[in-house]
C-alpha cells in the first residue's frame, strides 16, 4: 500500500473518530446517552439505520457474491421497504407513545416481565455473539490480502469502536455513521465508475453489461416459486418483509436509531428514507460486483483469490499440480478472453449469429475454468487447516488492492473499516442500552440515579466492547462455531417478531401463552432446520406464525393471568 | 405523544401518500429490474 493510500485511510478514519468525540464530548444523562435526546434529524437516522445494517462484510462479500452467482440477491432486499411501511404505520406510534428506551420494554407493558427478559435474553444472545464476527470477518479479509497483523486489526476496530461509543453514546453512533455512510456511497460510486474505465477501450458500459448478460449475471428477478431457492421474487418479497420487519421493529440496534428521533414523523421519514435508498444501494454494490466480473473476463485472475491458502498450497508438496492448474487455468482465459471479444464485437455490430456462438464458446471456456477452480478447491482444502472456504469474499478487495489507482485504494479500505466500525458501534449501544434498561434497571437495581445509569451504560459498553474483541480474537479456532452463531441469529429472528407481533395485533392474547409458545416455537424452528432443507428466509415467517398460533391453542389451557407489572 | 401530534410529511398532505410512493418506487425498481433479466437473458 502507498504513502498516498496510508494518508487516505489513516486521515478519514481518524477525522470521523475524532468529529463524533467532539461533537458529543459534554455530559449526558441516561435520555441523551441511550436515545440522543429525541434531538435526530430523519436524514441522520435514515443514515444511521442504513450504516447499522450495512457490515463490513457487506462491502467485501456481495461484490464476490455477484462475481459468482450473479445480482440475484437483490431480490432479498424486495421485503424491506414493505416492512417499513409497515414499522412506520404500527410500531413508531407504540415506542413513542410509551416512551421507552428499548423495544423489549414494551413487552412488559403489554404482556409480562418475564416475556420482556426473553426477548431481551435472546437479543443479547445473539447479538452478543455475532458482533464479534462483525469484527472477525473483515479482519481476516483485510489481513490476509494486505498482510495486516490479525490481532492488531481486531483490536484496533473493536478499541476505537469502543472508544468513541463509550464517550458519546448514541450520539456519538449517528454523528460518525453519517460520515461513514458519505465515505461507503462515495467510494463504491467511484469503484463503479473506475472499474468501467479499467476495460479494454472497445468495451463501454453498454458492452460490459451484454457481456455480463450472456455470463447470467443479470439474473436480477426470478418469478419461480421455489421454497428450498434462497433467492427468488417470493422469498425476497416474503421471507426478507418479516425478516426486515423482525431486525428493523424488534431489534435494538435498530429500534435504538429511530427511538433518537425528534417527533414520530422525523423517525418515520427516518425509516422510509431507508425503504427508499436501501434496494439501489444494494443494486450498486451488485453492479460493481458484476463490473469487476467483467473485468476478469478481459484481464487474467487469479487461480484462488485467497492468495494466503494459495501460497500455502504452494509451500507444499502439492506445488507441482497447483502450477499445473494455473497454467492450465491460463490457457481456458485466454479461450473466454477471445469468445468474449468476439462477443462485444458481435454486440456492436448487432450480429446475432456472432453472438450466440461466441456466448457458447464462452460458456465452455467457463465449465473449464470453474472445474479447474474446485479442483484448486481441494487442494486449498487438504493443505489449510482454515476451513472457511469462500474465496468469493477476496474478490473484490483482490481486485481493488491489485488494480485500482493509488489514494482510491486507500479510500475503498476505508469503506470496509468505517462498514465495520458503524455496524459494530450500534451493537455496542444498543447491548450496553438492553442490558441496562431491560436487566440492571429493571430486575438489579430499580432507584438508583440518572447518573449511575449513565456510568453503568458507560461500563457496560466497554464489557460489550470487550466480549466482542475476545470472541473475535478466538473465532479462527471457533469456525464451526462462528458458522452456528451466525445460523442461531437468524433463527432466532422468527420467534421474537411473533412476540412483537402478538403483542401489536392480536389483543385478546396473553403473556404466558405468549411466552410458552415462544419457547415451544424456538424448538420447532431448531427441528426444522436440523431436519429439512428450507431456506433460512422462511423461518422468520414460520416462527412469526408459529409463535401466533401456538398462543391461541394454549391460552384457554393456562391458568388466567395477573394484570402486569407496570414498566419501570 | 399522541396520534394527533404527527406532523404531515414533507411534500405530500398525508403520511398514506408518502407510503404509496415508498411502495410505487419498489414496484417501480422491480419491474425495472424484471426487464433487465428478460432483456439480457
Redesign the interface.
Known sequence: MSGLDWGVLVGTIAFIVLYGVWKTRKAQHMSGYLRADNTERWWMMGLSIMATQASAITFLSTPGQAFDDGMRF?QFY?GL??A??VL??TAI?IY??LKVFTAYEYLETRFNLKTRSLAALLFLLQRGLSTGITIYAPAIILSAILGWNLTATILFIGVVVTFYTVVGGTKAVSQTQRLQMAVMLGGMLAAAIVVVRLLPENVGFSEA??V???AGK??????SFNPNDRYN?WSGLIGGFFLSLSYFGTDQSQVGRYLGGE???QS??GL?MN??VK??MQ?LILLVGVLVFVFYQFYAPPLYFNQQQAANVLASSAAPAWQKLESESQVAFQEKKAATLALVQAHQTQDQAGKDQAALKMQQAEEKRKDLRSQAQELVKTYNQDTDLKDTDYVFLTFVTQQLPRGLVGLLLAVVLCAAMGSTASAFNSLASTSVVDVYKRSLRRNASDEHYVRASRWLTVGWGAVSIFFALFASQLENLIQAVNILGSLFYGTVLGIFIAAFYFKRLAGNAVFWAALLTQLLIFLLYYYTAIAYLWYNLIGTVLVVGFAYLLQPMLPKQRLPSPAP | MTKGDIDPPPFFKSWTSMYWLVLGVLAVLILLFYLITEAYK
Open positions: 437483490i424486495f421497504p414493505l417499513m411501511v412506520s404505520i406510534p413513542y407513545r453489461m451484454a455480463a448478460g450472456t443479470l439474473n436480477l428477478v426470478d418469478l421474487l417527533t414520530i414523523a418515520r421519514l422510509l425503504g427508499l434496494v439501489p443494486f
